[in-house]
């Protein structure tokens, strides 16, 4: 198999894993603007859709696993040539940022917003904020992420 081969496979499997990310990332928070209209409307609906948006963790732990896996193979294949540009450190830095914002405060948000629904409510209303902040943030680092990697500013 000739490198170019393999090297296409890696941004094959880098795009897949961008889409497994990007795509539960804007799902979730379609999933959370419903969940919040609904909870005003009735609470134990609510809590079933949570279930319902609470899995889609799974998915960008998965997306974002290949797009590390085949971030480094891409890396392999380049020689790290990428490694000494400004477009791929900033991006870099991005990545840690996108993933210490799902794992650590996205997810503690949501289980605060699960624990709280499910006992007595309390600081419901600062979650909702919280959550809001997340995904923001998180199209957000998405958004540029993409606009560097594709356009390889200098
Ligand atoms: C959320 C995280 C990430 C997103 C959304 C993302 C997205 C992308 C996209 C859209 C491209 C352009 C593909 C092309 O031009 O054909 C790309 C290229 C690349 N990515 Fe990522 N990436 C991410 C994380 C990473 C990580 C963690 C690494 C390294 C460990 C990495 C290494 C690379 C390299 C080396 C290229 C250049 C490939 C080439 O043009 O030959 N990426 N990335």
Not at 56 to 84: A, D, K, N, P
Not at 118 to 127: C, R
Request: no cysteine.
């Amino acid at each position: 198999m000739s490198t170019q081969v393999i090297l296409q496979g890696f941004v094959v499997l880098h795009l897949i894993g961008l889409l497994l990310f990007a795509g539960t990332s804007v799902a979730d928070f379609a999933g959370y603007r419903q969940f919040w209209k609904q909870y005003s409307l009735d609470k134990s609906k609510a809590a079933v859709m949570l279930q319902t948006v609470g899995g889609f963790h799974i998915l960008m732990r998965i997306g974002i696993g290949l797009i590390i896996l085949s971030g480094i193979g891409l890396m392999y294949m380049t020689h790290g040539v990428f490694g000494e540009q400004l477009w791929f450190r900033v991006k870099f830095g991005l990545v840690i940022l996108i993933i210490l914002n799902t794992f650590l405060y996205g997810r503690r948000q949501k289980i605060l917003l699960e624990k709280s629904i499910a006992g007595p409510e309390t600081g419901i209303q600062k979650i909702k904020e919280n959550i809001r902040l997340f995904h923001i943030v998180q199209l957000l680092i998405v958004f540029i992420i993409l606009l560097l990697s594709v356009f390889k500013f200098n």
